[in-house]
């Protein structure tokens, strides 16, 4: 099996624990998306130690109220912090920022 790019493999293990809670999209949604959705970007950041990346999820609905995207937010949130994976040879740790 030959070795994905660091952040194409984040990519897919991330994508398997979001949409489970909200049907998710890499950067962009289709069209006929249904809502509530999210899109989900991972960005690598410059660092000389190691490689760090940022993980943003936004996080869409047309309802103006918020306690649907609320809820999300907190089972995200309850999901993804703290969340420590190594798997096929690769490792990485979710720290949750804001929401």
């Known amino acids: 099996m030959s070795k994905q790019e660091p952040r194409v493999f ?3 293990q991330i994508y398997k624990e979001i949409n489970p809670i ?3 999209f890499f950067m962009v949604a ?5 809502f ?4 989900i ?3 690598e950041i410059d660092d000389d130690a190691y490689t760090r990346y ?3 999820i936004e996080v869409f609905s ?7 995207l609320e ?29």
């Open 30 to 34: 289709h069209n006929d998306s249904k």
């Open 62 to 68: 047309k309802k103006e109220d918020t306690s649907e």
């Open 10 to 12: 984040i990519r897919q």
């Open 71 to 99: 809820k999300i937010c907190d089972e995200l949130k309850q999901t993804l912090n703290q969340k420590r994976v190594i798997i096929d040879g690769y490792a990485y740790v979710i720290w949750f920022d804001t929401c």
């Open 22 to 24: 909200v049907e998710s």
């Open 36 to 39: 509530p959705y999210a899109t």
């Open 54 to 56: 940022s993980l943003e």
């Open 41 to 43: 970007d991972v960005k």
